[in-house]
């Protein structure tokens, strides 16, 4: 079964560039999308982007501009870089293979990485 | 973009059913799928699709949608499956894909 495991950084000053990456254990990468989700303190979860094998990316409109999702077929690896971190961007950050169903209505997030805490401070 | 609306506590007596809802526009395009959440932990995925389970989750979890309302519906609830839950669904309401969560329910088990 594919399983994930993820890491980077965990703590930043204010305007730096998150990083972090996810590797992909027992599958392949093609056919899915691998997206990074991120959970703020005493909060809920919001979906940031996602890569397909190709290299073809969707992001969160509201974080677009900050966003960079690449991936390394050679490695089974995806990363995150999240530039001009705030005190906002402080939340444990996951990866997640994003699947889709027979009909493109039905999708589900399956595995998740262990998270990553990252903690945006001066 | 759209919203998925949840109510944030549910209580629920041991071996009782509960039903947990999510509503939001974007679930009259998309199934959503439901995340479990234990402290600590990784969200989980119990319910997707119609309604699917993954392999490991009981069959006394089970899904249901009727327009932009959908339910996660717990029956016999363990004393294990106090956790946050979470729904979440594609939203193509914008300009570009987008996912939405829910904001969460916590699922307490008297």
């Known amino acids: 079964q594919v399983q994930l495991q993820q890491w980077g950084a965990g703590l930043l000053n204010p305007s730096e560039t998150l990083s972090l990456t996810c590797a992909v254990y027992?599958?392949?990468?093609?056919?899915?999308?691998w997206s990074w989700i991120r959970q703020s303190p005493g909060k809920g979860l919001e979906w940031i982007g996602e890569i397909d094998h190709t290299g073809s990316t969707n992001y969160k409109p509201s974080l677009k501009s900050r966003v960079t999702i690449s991936i390394d077929t050679s490695k089974s690896q995806f990363s995150l870089k999240l530039s001009s971190v705030t005190a906002a961007d402080t939340a444990v950050y996951y990866c997640?293979?994003?699947?889709?169903?027979?009909?493109?209505?039905?999708?589900?997030?399956?595995?998740w990485g262990q998270g990553t805490r990252v903690t945006v401070s001066s | 973009s759209s919203k998925l609306t949840q109510d944030p506590v549910v209580s629920v007596a041991l071996g009782q059913t509960v039903r947990i809802i999510c509503q939001g526009d974007s679930l009259r395009s998309y199934y959503p799928s439901w995340y479990r959440q234990k402290p600590g932990q990784a969200p989980s995925l119990v319910i997707y699709?119609?309604?699917n389970r993954p392999s490991g989750i009981p069959d006394r979890f089970s899904g249901s949608i009727i327009g932009n309302t959908a339910s996660l519906t717990i029956s016999g609830t363990q004393a294990e499956d106090e956790a946050d839950y979470y729904c979440a669904s594609r939203d193509n309401s914008g300009d570009l894909p987008d996912v939405v969560f829910g904001g969460g329910t916590k699922l307490t088990v008297l």
């Open positions: 027992g599958g392949s990468l093609s056919g899915h999308y």
């Open positions: 997640a293979r994003h699947c889709t169903g027979f009909h493109d209505n039905v999708r589900w997030f399956d595995p």
């Open positions: 699709g119609q309604n």
